[in-house]
């Protein structure tokens, strides 16, 4: 309990000291960033400490930090100026009852996500390894960037701002890294609660009327109801997920089977749907309860093949299954911060950044004023720096945005495309320029977009996955379509998505072809496998390609649930989207029933802004991939996807505040009933999961919130020795195979001090190629293994490796020569079946 009530005051203290600065960068909001404070904080924070760290200025250490918050502090004391202590008492005064539904919803939302953590706290599996030595890392390191936990020499080539941040609240409440890394998936659940909350309570009140407009639904003014209803976006976000939990225990229990006594079974459903495992026959007893792993076939519901048939496997993570994994993943430490992205998107909408910033060599200059630009590039910056696949959408929506703000102040001209670019390079660059020092030593596995012509995603997949947010949205934009829709913005919607799908499909199969046919291009091979996996890449015969090119376009037809299903969501869109409002008419609002002619409030448009780059993402992904060490669409659909997850579920979740408004009568009684259909079976998979995962709560260990815990008595203690030792690299066996999702590396991992190699294929991924990677491998071998001291010194002298581990990983990895180590090391550190000698 003492870590976790340290971390609750020390991030609720720095919420609470930097919402000067909130409240002056987020005017618009209605909650003025309160919900954002304590993120807005730790990014500012973590911010100055790691730049000013990384230029020399400050150590990494306790004192560095004190600093780096002093430094902040003044800041936000500095944000105070014009703004009268009687003015912000009186502004917590109107808000008090929002303050305090914030603050039992944060604090709910970190003990709730702080006990399914205790209760299943070690750091074992899946990428767990990784973060905890990335935590550990920084934690010992002296400067930035951080060393490389698993290549001694080099520092971190990964977007590690995320982990500096854990480690950040780790240092200063005196918390072991190792409890650090549950602490800080249970803060990322809890910010992310709270910073959805305020997104959907900031837009029902930017749906309220003026006071010039005062008629209209009396809901509106209901404080409880504005409280209640944003509990939708914690709940849509969270804990609602995709559709595989029901169709578990639908599966488990043969429903749609046809059952033989000797356990197999036939049916045309479950090969129609096509879901891993879900199409083999379930196993006897039937029963409605899931067996074993059956919560990870969740994140697996897509399925892709190439033209023979091979399986290509699919990454479809959703937040529910990601913090029922515990995996602290970017994707997942980015989530608070993307709802800071989503709130300067709002702001920007709402008015809250009128002003100019001149740029050099441009005439228009940028129709925003400075500090917003200026949080603008640092939080955005801030995302790419901890999860760089969110960079680009959360930039775009803000780009996109500012675009809408202008075509209804100066209407629609070619000139909002220059608009849109100015605002994308000018943020862009901006955001790159304050990261600059993690740019200059950045080293990435991706190499290029490539067309994706022969996976398409399968109708049945993508309503599996994304039915429990489509349903609520498509019934909101078909109530947007009564009220403020016509024939002619259909048809506009109409022309722009089909010109958005005709493009993503003519340049895919233009660069394929121009691949094919001249195989010198960059990428082309890539390029033809990713075609045609099988076909010799190096032959040009046209009949074999062309048939391949025949087989993905029948495939993209035969397919064509999935792309329509997003189509159809950007047509929907973009025709409102198209709907002209002035300036002048911000005050009027809809009451249910509006005429087509009346303007769209900003807080829909906002809401279908959210949509339309939800489907961009999806679409995208049906064309192109980025290319990385796996050659097809896997990853690129896990990241992509995830992100599609928060813009629709902040969309699901307003949409169905407004339906539930508006909606009266027969109507309202039916949406009523569906919607508990609807969320009851996508609360399957949390109840289910959370329940099986931590053995009905009942972990063998007890709980506990140390990540460690799982650790051996002698491996333990050596960790512990060498957290307190002094700092030097160490070398410990790795794997034949490379040692990846492994206990391999877990001395460095644990204790913070970097080896000479562990994880290989991971360091691969990092973009460490062979050239850095060397003979690492083969040298750790031959110093255990060798004879000759005179070798082994070489070894040692080599890679500057101060403690050498000996333990049962070493012992059954090589044929080790322990005399050469007793006669010329000194042995620090012997409990059980662990040595760790230091060279002298």
């Known amino acids: 309990m003492i870590p976790f ?80 202590p009687a003015d912000l008492l009186a502004w917590f005064k109107s808000r008090l009852s929002l303050i305090i539904a914030v603050e039992i919803l944060f604090m709910t939302a970190f003990a709730f996500m702080a006990f399914i953590r205790a209760a299943n706290p070690e750091t074992v599996g899946t990428e767990k390894p990784m973060e905890m030595a990335f935590i550990n890392s920084i934690l010992r390191s002296p400067t930035f960037p951080p060393n490389d936990p698993w290549l001694s020499g080099y520092g971190i080539s990964y977007y590690y701002f995320g982990y500096v941040l854990v480690a950040m609240l780790s240092r200063i409440s005196g918390t072991a890294g190792s409890l650090g890394f549950n602490l800080g998936l249970s803060l990322a659940f809890s910010l992310s609660t709270v910073g959805i909350y305020g997104l959907v309570f900031n837009l029902l009140q930017a749906r309220r009327p003026k006071p010039e407009a005062m008629e209209g639904d009396p809901s509106l003014y209901n404080p409880i109801t504005n409280l209640i209803y944003p509990l939708f976006g ?25 059952m033989n006594p000797a356990g197999g079974g036939t049916s045309g459903f479950w090969s129609w749907l096509d879901i891993l495992n879900l199409r083999d026959p379930p196993t006897l007893p039937l029963t409605w309860s899931p067996r074993h792993w059956w919560w990870w076939r969740a994140s697996r519901v897509l399925q892709d093949y190439d033209l023979a048939h091979g399986p290509r496997e699919i990454i479809d993570e959703f937040p529910a299954f990601s913090y029922l994994l515990g995996d602290l993943h970017p994707h997942v ?76 102040e100066k209407g629609w001209k070619w000139e909002r495309l220059i608009d849109f670019l100015i605002a994308f390079f000018a943020v862009g660059i901006l955001s790159v320029l304050l990261y600059m020092p993690f740019y200059l030593g950045f080293s990435s596995q991706a190499g290029g977009i490539i067309p994706s012509l022969i996976y398409a995603t399968r109708g049945a997949h993508l309503w599996v996955m994304f039915a429990p947010l489509l349903i609520p949205m498509i019934i909101y934009l078909a109530y947007l379509w009564k009220s403020y829709g016509n024939m002619t913005l259909f048809k506009k919607g109409l022309w722009l998505g089909a010109g958005i799908i005709l493009v993503l499909w003519l340049t895919s199969t233009v660069i394929a072809l121009l691949a094919i046919s001249i195989p010198g291009l960059p990428y082309a091979n890539i390029i033809r496998d990713a075609i045609a996996p099988g076909i010799n890449t190096v032959s040009s015969n046209a009949p074999i390609w062309l048939t391949a090119l025949g087989q993905a376009l029948q495939r993209r037809i035969v397919n064509a649930g999935g792309w329509l299903t997003v189509l159809s969501l950007i047509i929907l869109t973009t025709g409102l989207l198209a709907k002209n409002k002035t300036k002048e008419q911000s005050g009027i609002t809809d009451h249910g029933e509006d005429s087509p002619d009346t303007p769209l409030l900003p807080a829909h448009a906002y809401s279908l802004m959210l949509v339309f780059i939800g489907a961009l993402l999806a679409l995208g992904s049906e064309f192109y991939f980025l290319r990385d ?76 919130l140390d990540g460690s815990a799982h650790l051996g008595e002698s491996e333990s203690a050596a960790v512990e020795w060498l957290k307190s030792a002094p700092p030097g690299n160490l070398v410990e066996a790795v794997r034949a195979d490379g040692g990846q999702y492994s206990d391999f590396a877990n001395i460095a991992t644990y204790s913070g001090l970097p080896t000479v190699l562990g994880w290989v294929g991971h360091e691969s991924q990092w973009g460490r190629d062979g050239a850095v990677l060397g003979t690492r491998q083969n040298d750790i071998e031959r110093l255990y293994t060798t004879r000759d001291w005179t070798e082994a010194q070489a070894i040692l002298d080599k890679y500057n490796i101060r403690y050498v581990i000996l333990g049962p990983r070493e012992r059954s990895t090589y044929r080790v020569f322990e005399p050469k180590f007793q006669r010329f090391l000194n042995p620090v550190f012997n409990l059980g079946d662990i040595i760790i000698y230091e060279v002298p």
């Open 5 to 84: 009530l340290l971390w609750y005051i020390v991030i609720s203290l720095l919420g609470l000291a930097v919402f000067p600065l909130a409240y002056r960068l987020l005017p618009a909001l209605s909650d003025r960033g309160y919900t954002l404070s304590r993120t807005i904080g730790l990014l500012i924070w973590g911010f100055i400490f790691w730049l000013l760290g990384s230029l020399g200025i400050l150590k990494n250490d306790t004192g560095g930090q004190l600093l780096a918050l002093l430094l902040l502090l003044v800041l936000s004391g500095l944000a105070m100026r014009g703004t009268k």
């Open 234 to 258: 914690p709940l849509f976000l969270l804990l609602v997920s995709n559709l595989e939990g029901f169709l578990e225990i639908l599966h488990g229990k043969g429903i749609f089977w046809k």
């Open 333 to 408: 430490l980015a989530m608070p911060f993307a709802f800071l992205g989503l709130a300067l998107a709002l702001n920007l909408i709402l008015g809250g950044c009128r002003g100019q910033v001149r740029l050099p060599g441009i005439k228009t200059g940028l129709h925003i004023n400075i500090q917003s630009l200026a949080f603008a590039a640092l939080a955005f910056g801030g995302i790419a720096f901890i999860n760089f696949w969110d960079f680009p959408t959360y930039v775009a929506l803000f780009c996109g945005t500012y675009v809408l703000v202008r075509t209804w």
């Open 629 to 704: 060490q796996f050659g097809w669409r896997m990853n690129t659909i896990f990241k992509f996807y995830f992100q599609t997850w928060i813009l629709w579920a902040a969309v699901a979740a307003y949409g169905t505040c407004v339906l539930l408004q508006v909606l009266k009568g027969a109507w309202g009684v039916i949406f009523r009933i569906g919607l508990v259909i609807v969320i009851a079976a996508s609360l399957v998979y949390p109840v289910l999961g959370f329940w099986t995962k931590t053995n009905g709560f009942n972990p063998p260990q007890g709980l506990s």
